[in-house]
C-alpha cells in the first residue's frame, strides 16, 4: 500500500493550496479517507475524512476554509486548504482505512507564513 501525498509548501497567511494524495494498493472506493495533521510538540489531529459515500467531516478549526474531496476514477484524495493561517503549519498526513485497517502517508509540510 502507498500513499503519497504532494502539493504543501509555503505560503502566505490568507494564501491558499490544494493537496493532492494518490493511493495504490487498496480498493480505493472501499476506503474511507482523510487529512491528519501534526505540528511540532503537538499531537496528531484530524483535519478531515470523507467517507466511501462521500460524506465529510471537519474539524472545527478548518471548517469553512478546508475541503476535502475524492476521485475514485483516478485513486486521489483532496484537501483543499483557503485562508490559511500560521497556525495551520504543521505535516499534513493522508490516511486511509479499508476494512478496518489503517495505512499512512509519509507526510508533506504546510508551513503558512504571518
Known amino acids: 500500500v502507498q500513499l503519497v501525498e504532494s502539493g504543501g509548501g509555503l505560503v502566505q497567511a490568507g494564501g491558499s493550496l490544494r493537496l493532492s494524495c494518490a493511493a495504490s494498493?487498496?480498493?480505493?472506493?472501499?476506503?474511507?479517507m482523510g487529512w491528519y495533521r501534526q505540528a511540532p510538540g503537538k499531537q496528531r489531529e484530524l483535519v478531515a475524512a470523507?467517507?466511501?459515500?462521500?460524506?465529510?467531516n471537519y474539524a472545527a478549526n478548518v471548517k469553512g476554509r478546508f475541503t476535502i474531496s475524492r476521485d475514485n476514477a483516478n485513486n486521489t484524495v483532496y484537501l483543499q486548504l483557503n485562508s490559511l493561517k500560521p497556525e495551520d503549519t504543521a505535516v499534513y498526513y493522508c490516511?486511509?482505512?479499508?476494512?478496518?485497517?489503517?495505512?499512512w502517508g509519509q507526510g508533506t509540510q504546510v508551513t503558512v507564513s504571518s
Open positions: 494498493g487498496i480498493i480505493f472506493s472501499d476506503s474511507h
Open positions: 490516511y486511509a482505512e479499508m476494512y478496518h485497517r489503517a495505512y
Open positions: 470523507i467517507t466511501t459515500g462521500r460524506s465529510t
